[in-house]
C-alpha cells in the first residue's frame, strides 16, 4: 500500500474516530470496510482494535512514550514506533527503517543488510543520534520523491556523486 493511499484513508477516519476510546468502540465490520483500501484489512482491523483497546486500558487513551510500551500494542514493531517517537514526541529512540530507507541505505553502501533490525543497528552506528530523526524523515523523501524503487530519477539526485548503484539503475 503507498503512503498516499494510507494518507486518503486516514483523512476519512480520522475524521469519524477521533480518540483511542472511539476506535476500541468501532465496529470491525464497518472498520474492515473503512481500510479495506489499504490491504491487509482484516489484520489491520485486529491490529486497530487491540491497540486501541489497549491503549484506553493501559494508558488512559494517550500514545506511550517509550519504545517498551509502543512494542506492546498489537501492529506495532520498531519502525513505527521510531515515526511516532521521533515525530509526536522528538524522541531519537532509533532510526525508521521503511522500504525507502531500506533501498537507499543499500544503494548508498551505508549497509549490505537486509534485515530491518541489522539496517537499523548499521545506521545507527554511523549517524549521530541527534541527527537520527532528521535523517529519517530526509531519506524517507529523497526515496518518495527522487531515488524511487522502479525508476530512481538519477540525474536529478543531489547524491550522484556519493551513490555506488546509480550505473546500475539509470
Given at each position: ?89 522528538g524522541v531519537a529512540s532509533g532510526v525508521v527503517v521503511d522500504t ?42 529523497h526515496g518518495r520523491l527522487v531515488c524511487q524503487a522502479r525508476r ?17 539503475t539509470v
Amino acid at each position: 500500500c503507498t503512503d498516499e493511499r494510507v494518507n486518503q484513508v486516514t483523512r476519512t477516519l480520522f475524521q469519524e474516530y477521533r480518540t483511542a476510546k472511539d476506535f476500541a468502540a468501532a465496529d470491525p465490520r464497518e472498520l474492515e470496510q473503512e481500510i479495506r483500501p489499504t490491504g491487509f484489512f482484516r489484520n489491520k482491523t485486529k491490529s486497530i482494535l487491540g491497540a486501541a483497546k489497549l491503549l484506553v486500558a493501559k494508558f488512559r487513551g494517550e500514545v506511550p512514550r517509550t519504545m517498551e510500551e509502543l512494542l506492546e500494542l498489537p501492529g506495532v514493531a520498531r519502525k513505527t514506533a521510531n515515526v511516532v517517537l521521533g515525530t509526536a514526541f522528538g524522541v531519537a529512540s532509533g532510526v525508521v527503517v521503511d522500504t525507502h530507507v531500506d533501498r537507499l541505505s543499500y544503494r548508498l553502501d551505508l549497509t549490505k543488510e537486509k534485515d530491518p533490525k541489522k539496517i537499523e543497528q548499521n545506521l545507527m552506528k554511523i549517524i549521530p543520534k541527534e541527527k537520527w530523526i532528521l535523517f529519517s524523515h530526509q531519506l524517507i523523501w529523497h526515496g518518495r520523491l527522487v531515488c524511487q524503487a522502479r525508476r530512481p530519477r538519477c540525474p536529478d539526485c543531489s547524491l550522484v556523486d556519493l551513490c555506488y548503484s546509480k550505473d546500475k539503475t539509470v
